[in-house]
Structure formats: structure tokens, C-alpha cells
């Protein structure tokens, strides 16, 4: 310790070399991240630390020399970090969290947590088993980036119809879908119905016909569902709130009833009920017994705008896998609301 002229002990200061260390270590540590778990080229990687190419190759190479990517880049049997074990302790889901740069928007962190869950789904889905998916937004990026993988008597099922007063919904529905199918050689078992009847007597009727029963039964047997989550307030909007799915009545029925957020257009508040919520009457959407009978429940989530609807689905034990970015997991955990 350094002492000053009255003999007393001088604080502790940093030296220039030190902060020169120090960003180069964090600038090392973001760029190994975005390489070796977000797949992005050198080039990405350049254009969003503000670097050259040439940079990230010897930033990349000094993580690796530093023992930087052995502690971050982990094999999915190693443990947890600490925001995954504390989403296991809180709330009993397994947590996949993507680290992502804070200043990053909410559509590149969909895109990441997409690429993400599409090549984390390989592990949980294969032959003789039955996934059912809820179209939207995140479902269709998460369709973009699936690895494919050969399964044998396996099948896709939509988890809810895509209609509405303004479109069948069948091409959009059925592109997503298609995607799954074809990237597991899967059978794809459409919905073809509304999102929401216009009458809950037409859903209860049409519900006795055999060709809508045997979807229904389908979907009982799930393995797996995957799904997003629709919010009212998402900054990346929700496809069922801006695509003519609810009219202005629906849309004031709604926030009069608290809803926060839906499951494959299936409502909830913030406390996870969702009985008396009139649109649920009229939505088929899965019924949400039948859909916590399925052992594997991954819901897709990112950005912070989207953090209230997750939380009503945690309540609601909808989740048992959550794929989220870091931001929106630190926004749910330090909000101190379990």
C-alpha cells in the first residue's frame, strides 16, 4: 500500500492498463457470445460493436486464451446460470436464457431468441411424438431458423384456428405449421376454423362434429406444445391484436376484464386466471386443462414490453420450458413479483 506525504495510506486507483484490460475483456466476452452462441458471422459481430473484422477475430481469440468462452459457452449438460436457476427456484420452469446486448430492440431480440429455441427444439421433439403449435409472430421466426431432423410417426398440430372476418387465415396458419412439419418429416394436422366464433353456441355445436373432435383429441395427446405469448402492449406487435382478430369491442372487453396477455389466443390476467373473460368462450384456443396435461410446455418470450403477460402465464402454470433473452429475464426477476 502507498502512503502520501503525511504518511497516510493512499487509496487504490486503477492504472490506465487496467481499464484497457478490462474493456478488452468485455468487449472479448460480448463478442463470444454473439459468435458462439448466437451464431452471428464476424461481420454482424463488427457492424454491432462498432469494430472491424479483424478486431472480433483477435477479441474472439482472446477469449479463447483467456478461458472467456470455457466459463460462457456452456454444453447443455452443465449447470444452470444464475438467472436460470433462480426462474427454477421461483418459479419451477427451466429457463433457457440468451444473453443479448441491452441497447439491442425487441424485434433483433425475437430474432435471436428464435434462432435460439429452433436449435434447442431438436433435443425435446422426435419420433412417435405429437407437437402442437400456436401460429403468431414469434412462432413464425422461431420457423425460420429449425434445424432439420428425420422423425418417424410423428405429427404437428395446430393448437388453434386462424381465421377471422377478414381472411381464412389458412395460408399463414399453414406456412408456419408447414415449416415444423417439414423440417421433422412430421404429419401437419390443421385447424380449420375461426380464432373466435361469433357466437359461443356455433363453437359448442361445431365442437360435437367427429372432423373437429378428432384435432381435439390430437391435441389431448400432445408431447409438446410450443408456443409465444400475444400482449396488447408488445413493442413487437402481437399478430392477433393488429391482423383484424378483435374489433373495438373485443379490444375494451379485454382491458375491462384485466387480460394481460394470451396463450394461442386463449386470455389470462395478471394472476393467471382466465374464467370469465367472455372472448375465451368464443376462442379455440386450447383448453388450458388440457394444455397443462402436456408433459412438455415451451413458451417463447422476449423483450420487456412482454414482461406483465409472462408473468400471468407463469401464474397460470402454462410454462414449463421458457426461452427469453437476458433483459426481459432480469426486468421479470427484479421486479420482486413471483
Not at 275 to 302: F, H, K, Y
Amino acid at each position: 500500500m502507498t502512503t502520501n506525504q503525511r504518511g497516510m495510506p493512499r487509496a487504490a486507483t486503477s492504472t490506465p492498463a487496467d481499464d484497457v484490460d478490462s474493456r478488452r475483456s468485455r468487449a472479448a466476452l460480448a463478442a463470444a457470445r454473439m459468435y458462439y452462441l448466437q451464431d452471428q458471422t464476424m461481420e454482424a459481430i463488427a457492424a454491432e460493436l462498432g469494430t472491424s473484422r479483424s478486431s472480433v477475430s483477435r477479441l474472439l481469440s482472446h477469449a479463447r486464451s483467456t478461458g472467456l468462452v470455457e466459463i460462457r459457452v456452456r454444453s447443455p449438460q452443465e449447470m444452470p446460470d444464475q438467472i436460470e436457476r433462480e426462474f427454477q427456484r421461483r418459479y419451477g420452469v427451466l429457463a433457457h436464457v440468451v444473453q443479448l446486448p441491452d441497447v439491442m430492440s425487441e424485434a433483433d431480440r425475437l430474432e435471436r431468441v428464435a434462432m435460439h429455441t429452433a436449435r434447442t427444439l431438436v433435443r425435446y421433439f422426435d419420433s412417435n411424438m405429437t407437437m402442437g403449435i400456436a401460429w403468431g409472430s414469434t412462432m413464425s421466426a422461431v420457423g425460420r431458423h429449425l434445424v432439420p431432423k428425420t422423425t418417424h410417426n410423428s405429427q404437428i398440430v395446430q393448437l388453434n384456428g386462424a381465421a377471422n372476418p377478414q381472411t381464412t387465415g389458412i395460408i399463414y396458419a399453414s406456412q408456419i405449421l408447414q415449416r415444423f412439419g417439414d423440417a421433422f418429416g412430421a404429419l401437419v394436422q390443421q385447424f380449420p376454423v375461426p380464432a373466435f366464433f361469433d357466437d359461443p353456441a356455433t363453437k359448442a355445436a361445431l365442437w360435437r362434429e367427429r372432423s373437429i373432435r378428432r384435432v381435439l383429441e390430437v391435441q389431448r395427446r400432445m408431447d409438446v406444445a410450443l408456443f409465444g405469448l400475444g400482449s396488447p402492449r408488445a413493442e413487437v406487435p402481437s399478430h392477433v391484436y393488429t391482423a383484424g382478430y378483435l374489433d373495438e369491442n373485443d379490444l375494451r372487453s379485454l382491458a375491462e376484464h384485466g387480460v394481460v396477455g394470451d396463450m394461442a389466443t386463449v386470455f389470462y390476467r395478471a394472476d393467471g386466471s382466465y374464467e370469465g373473460i367472455p372472448l375465451n368462450e368464443r376462442s379455440t384456443g386450447p383448453d388450458p386443462a388440457t394444455l397443462r396435461r402436456t408433459p412438455r410446455r415451451m413458451c417463447v418470450v422476449s423483450g420487456v414490453s412482454k414482461v406483465e403477460a409472462l408473468r400471468g402465464a407463469l401464474a397460470a402454470s402454462f410454462v414449463t420450458d421458457l426461452f427469453i433473452d437476458s433483459g426481459t429475464a432480469r426486468a421479470l426477476l427484479d421486479s420482486g413479483v413471483a
